[in-house]
């Protein structure tokens, strides 16, 4: 069965920071293209960071650029989320998933695989 599973979610005070994991078993994603997207509560989901295979090209959504970073790790199968500087709007579930290309996109419907969320919580 191929898995996307994410850990590292919690409660957090503004300002403060997460690392988000998200670890793929069953097949190997090393060729996958990966994105984070986010949901917050009576929203749509939206596109939150992406990175290319290989790790080389990213990308972020203008409300995270200069506090969220995007990572991968294609030996262990897994892909990370560093948060910084947290804000209350951050709040949200956080999904990651991957696409069946190798080019980092922000668009989701070229995400194929998708995990079950972990909730990230900022207070004020």
């Known amino acids: 069965q191929v898995l996307l599973v994410e850990s590292g979610g919690g409660l957090v005070q503004a300002g403060g920071s997460l690392t988000l994991s998200c670890a793929g078993s069953?097949?190997?994603?090393?060729?996958?293209?990966m994105g984070w997207f986010r949901q917050a509560p009576g929203q749509e989901r939206e596109p939150v960071a992406t990175i290319s295979w290989r790790g080389f090209a990213t990308d972020y959504a203008d409300s995270v650029k200069g506090r969220f970073v995007i990572s991968r790790d294609n030996i262990k199968n897994t892909v990370y989320l560093q948060m910084t500087n947290l804000k209350p709007t951050d709040t949200a579930v956080y999904y990651c998933?991957?696409?069946?290309?190798?080019?980092?996109?922000?668009?989701?419907?070229?995400?194929?695989?998708w995990g079950q969320g972990t909730r990230v919580t900022v207070s004020s």
């Open positions: 998933a991957a696409t069946a290309t190798s080019q980092a996109t922000m668009r989701m419907p070229y995400y194929d695989i």
């Open positions: 069953g097949r190997n994603f090393s060729t996958n293209a």
